[in-house]
């Protein structure tokens, strides 16, 4: 009787949490996965310490899920850019394209990790991504099929242009700086994110 109430009790809490994104289960059917940087919205490897010259990352990690959201191919990161990234994806991305009726299920990454100068412009200065504090997104797909374009869909007076540039202004807050295509030439098809901090606050661009 007890165990039955006990049983019960568990099925209505598991209920309850019924529309949140189900990361034990995909944990489950992606063996080797490991949550990481104590966040249960990322999963992914824990990698060994990376150090090039002025590159590296200490205590990288490479994300594979964030919240729920596959990732096109691992993304190279320090964990506070790993959580930076969980909590934009957990509490502002997802409501961003709302009007589309649908649910983002995949981000496609164009880098993460990188030992380079910014834009790869020789005499620049060091990259936020050759210290693991950025990732840029090309695209990204929802649940019902549609796929949102940085290149595409940025300059759209449709829907889909809309979702998308409230999604690029939602990364504003959880990421310090925030590049697309407004910014300049080198952010045309790609959204660059990192989490460095300048006197001056947030750059969104
Ligand atoms: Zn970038």
Redesign the pocket.
Known sequence: MLKSALLLTFTLAACTRAGAPDISSYAAEHDGLSRLCNNPALLGEVLDDISNGQCGIDNPVAVHVVAGVELSTPATLNCRTANSLANWVENDAQDAVKNLRSRITGMRV??SYACRTR?SQSGARL???ALGN???FGSFTLANGTVLSIEDDWRRRNKEGTAIRALVDSACGPFGTV?GPDADRF?QD?L???TAEYRGGAYCR
């Open positions: 164009l880098a834009n990259s936020e991504h950025a990732i840029d590049l952010h790609n660059h994110l990192d």
